[in-house]
């Protein structure tokens, strides 16, 4: 019987995006309304729907072998897993996002040992738990199903532990950050008596290899161009790449050829000041992957 590498897809926000990513990077998983378990084009994976909140609880018992999921989750259910890799996706952010202790914002509270004996409002219950036991200040934690903020606006609590990327929404609602918990950002994770498994160790590294080079190619293009041979350093100089430009010599001619591979939003400022410099035949392309 063939290997099976069971992969753990992220059902919610990540979703859509997921799905997207293994399309570029060559797999085609195709989900269904009613369904748990998308359709892969690939004999050696199975993938299921998995909740982004759970997927590191199914990944530490070996219900799946590796998932995406946010390292805050991960965390929050204390999982004892792998972690390959991250993935920033860039169709949702590129910023890491941060959990963050918050209060009201006449609060006297300035760091976390004024909490000594609160009560904490939080999705992030088990994290929160942990972060408060490790330092020794006695609070009570309580799960909030939603409208987390507006909790300790209205009193309900003395502070809550959001998760916020820029904290202009908490600061909106009249409310002070005391200070940063955690980051998190997309991580994918592996069971890990799967990541001792050679097979599914190869299976899983090629994988995180080919979805890592599409989100490395998100936003950039290679460029290319003909120049006049005394005119490569001035080129050079103002092209942006990996590591150098590429030039090679056109065949019977003192003319060169150019590439290189930069973000796209660079190349509507820099094509007319490669025009200047004496460059024809400027071409741009996209880019799949960036290995």
């Avoid at 799967?194 to 998100?218: F, G, H, M, N, Y």
């Avoid at 050079?236 to 590439?259: F, K, M, Q, R, Y």
Wanted: aromatic content about 6%.
């Amino acid at each position: 019987m063939s290997k099976v590498l069971k992969f753990g897809i992220p059902k919610g926000s990540l979703e859509e995006a997921t799905v997207d990513l293994f399309g570029k990077a060559g797999w085609k998983i195709t989900t269904a309304s009613r369904s748990y378990f998308p359709s892969v084009d690939d004999d050696e994976m199975k993938c299921s729907l998995i909740r982004p909140q759970e997927m590191g609880r199914y990944v530490e018992r070996g219900t799946i072998d590796v998932g995406i999921a946010g390292r805050d989750w991960v965390r929050e259910n204390d999982s004892d897993v792998v972690e390959v890799c991250e993935m920033v996706y860039s169709k949702v952010s590129r910023r890491s996002v941060r959990w963050v202790l918050v209060v009201a914002g006449d609060s006297k509270v300035r760091s976390p040992e004024d909490l000594r004996g609160a009560t904490i409002s939080t999705e992030l219950v088990g994290f929160t738990r942990r972060y408060f036991a490790e330092r020794n200040i006695q609070v009570t934690v309580e799960f909030s199903w939603g409208a987390t903020e507006a909790k300790v606006v209205e009193g309900l609590c003395d502070a809550i532990v959001e998760v916020t990327e820029t904290g202009s929404t908490i600061r909106a609602n009249g409310l002070r950050i005391v200070c940063d918990l955690m980051e998190s950002v997309p991580v994918m994770i592996a069971n890990k008596a799967a990541w001792e498994d050679p097979w599914k160790r190869v299976k899983i590294q090629q994988v995180a290899t080919l979805l890592q080079s599409t989100l490395r190619a998100e936003g950039m293009v290679g460029l290319k161009m003909n120049a006049p041979g005394d005119r490569v350093s001035a080129i050079t100089g103002i092209l942006p790449s990996l590591n150098n430009p590429t030039v090679a010599h056109l065949h019977n001619s003192d003319w060169v050829s150019i590439e290189t591979i930069l973000p796209e939003k660079e190349v509507r400022r820099i094509v007319p000041e490669l025009m200047k410099l004496g460059a024809e035949g400027i071409v741009e392309y996209p880019l799949n992957k960036i290995i």
